[in-house]
Nanobody
Framework: VQLQAFGGGLVQAGGYLRLSCTVY????????LGWFRQAPGKEQEFVAS???????QYAGSVKGRFTIARDNAKNTASLQMNSLKPEDTAIYLC???????????????WGQGTEVTVSS
């Protein structure tokens, strides 16, 4: 399984971006998907996830501003990010894991990151 994320860029505070992640592999619909981020000098943190059945979870810092979705027909996951803040600046990574594996995606598959910079 390979993942490729794209859609990052530079945006002003209050703006929006949409990240996408294409998953190459079989049985995409059976995977739980997640987005994580790592800001400069900080540890990686969970952003959002969506299960195979469509159940979503969000970090408190992004809830109400970010929306995760999946398109099983296109093998893609997306992260719509609205009302962006400078503290959202980070490398964003997408991940996929099989069902019944650790929810932190530690045994899952990871793509390369896409950089998001929010200017104040």
């Amino acid at each position: 399984v390979q993942l490729q994320a794209f859609g990052g860029g530079l945006v002003q505070a209050g703006g929006y971006l949409r990240l996408s992640c294409t998953v190459y592999g079989r049985a995409f619909s059976n995977y739980n998907l997640g987005w994580f981020r790592q800001a400069p000098g900080k540890e990686q943190e969970f952003v959002a996830s969506i299960t195979a059945s469509g159940y979503t979870q969000y970090a408190g810092s992004v809830k109400g501003r970010f929306t995760i979705a999946r398109d099983n027909a296109k093998n893609t996951a997306s992260l719509q990010m609205n009302s962006l803040k400078p503290e959202d600046t980070a490398i964003y990574l997408c991940a996929a894991r099989r069902m019944f594996t650790p929810s932190d995606f530690s045994t899952g598959f990871w793509g390369q990151g896409t950089e998001v910079t929010v200017s104040s």
